[in-house]
C-alpha cells in the first residue's frame, strides 16, 4: 500500500470513529506498527490530526477532511450525482458551482457533455458560463474552451479549495445565475442546508440568493444531518440530486417541501 493510501485511509478512520489506535491501524492495513506511527506523526505535522499516547484523534472540534482526502469517499454515487446535475443544465446557460468532491464531478460531467463540447456555440460565444469560488474547478475548466470561467476573488481554504470573504463576496453581488449547484455537508428537512465552515456558508447562500434555481447535489450520507452553519432554508431549494440511499421516507419529506428529489 502506498504512502497517500495509507494517509487516505488513516484519515478516514480519524473522520469516521474519532480516533485511531496504532495497533489496530496496522492491522486493519497490514502493515507495521512503526510505519502508522510515521505515518501519524507526518499527519500530525500537517495538522490533520491530533497525535495521542498509541495513536491520534481528530485536530479541532468539527473535524473537516481536506478535499485531497476525501475523493475517494462515495465516489461512484458522486459520479452519478455530477452526471444528474449536468443533465439539469441548459446550453448557454450562467451556472454558479461551490466547491466540494461532488460538484467537482458535476464540473467534469459538463466538461464532457456532448451538446457542449466543441470550441464555442453560435458566433462564437461560449456554450456554458461557469461561475466559481472553488479553485480546483477553475483549474480543471479552464482548458475548455467552450466553457467561460468566471472565478470571485477572496482567500482560500485550504481544506476546500474555495474562496471566501468579501472579494468573492463583492463579485456574487454583481452578477445573476440560471442555476446554483450547491455541495454541502448536511441537508435536513427542517432546517435546510448546512456546510462546515462559515465563510462557506456565506458565499454559498450568495450564490443562491442571484440564482434563478438553486441545486442541491449531495450523497445520501449527507442526508437528515446538521453542519456548523446554514447555507439556506430548504424552501430555496429546487432541485435535490442524491444516490438511491436516500430512504423513501426522507425522499416524501422533501417532496412534501416543495423539492424535486432526483435519486440516481
Same mark, same amino acid.
Given at each position: ?98 466547491? &466540494? ?8 460531467? =459538463?466538461?464532457?457533455?456532448?451538446? !457542449? +463540447?466543441? #470550441? $464555442? /456555440? ?101 442526508? &437528515? ?8 432554508? =430548504?424552501?430555496?431549494?429546487?432541485? !435535490? +440530486?442524491? #444516490? $438511491? /440511499? ?19
Amino acid at each position: 500500500m502506498s504512502r497517500d493510501a495509507r494517509w487516505d485511509a488513516l484519515l478516514e478512520l480519524v473522520g469516521k470513529h474519532g480516533r485511531v489506535e496504532v495497533e489496530d491501524a496496522a492491522t486493519t492495513l497490514d502493515v507495521s506498527a512503526a510505519t502508522i506511527r510515521r505515518d501519524l506523526d507526518q499527519l500530525a505535522e500537517q495538522q490533520l490530526l491530533t497525535r495521542t499516547r498509541g495513536g491520534a484523534v481528530a485536530h479541532g472540534v468539527s473535524y473537516e477532511l481536506a478535499l485531497r482526502y476525501k475523493t475517494g469517499r462515495n465516489a461512484p454515487e458522486k459520479q452519478a450525482i455530477g452526471r444528474a446535475v449536468s443533465e439539469l443544465v441548459a446550453v448557454g446557460e450562467v451556472v454558479g458551482l461551490t466547491g &466540494g468532491t461532488t460538484i467537482t464531478e458535476v464540473a467534469r460531467s =459538463l466538461a464532457v457533455r456532448p451538446d !457542449l +463540447v466543441g #470550441d $464555442t /456555440g453560435p458566433g462564437g460565444q461560449p456554450t456554458l458560463t461557469v461561475v466559481t469560488n472553488a479553485l480546483n474547478i477553475a483549474n480543471e475548466l479552464v482548458i475548455r474552451p467552450q466553457i467561460k470561467i468566471v472565478v470571485t476573488g477572496g482567500v482560500a481554504r485550504p481544506q476546500s479549495y474555495e474562496l471566501t470573504g468579501p472579494l468573492a463576496s463583492g463579485v456574487l453581488g454583481e452578477i445573476t445565475l440560471d442555476a446554483a449547484v450547491l455541495g454541502v455537508n448536511a441537508i435536513d428537512t427542517e432546517r435546510g442546508a448546512y456546510v462546515h465552515h462559515e465563510g462557506e456558508a456565506s458565499i454559498n447562500r450568495l450564490l443562491a440568493q442571484q440564482a434563478q434555481r438553486v441545486v442541491v447535489a449531495a450523497d445520501s450520507s449527507k442526508i &437528515g444531518k446538521r453542519a456548523f452553519a446554514r447555507v439556506c432554508d =430548504l424552501s430555496q431549494v429546487d432541485f !435535490l +440530486v442524491t #444516490d $438511491t /440511499g436516500i430512504t423513501s421516507d426522507a425522499k416524501a419529506r422533501f417532496t412534501e417541501a416543495g423539492v424535486t428529489v432526483i435519486a440516481v
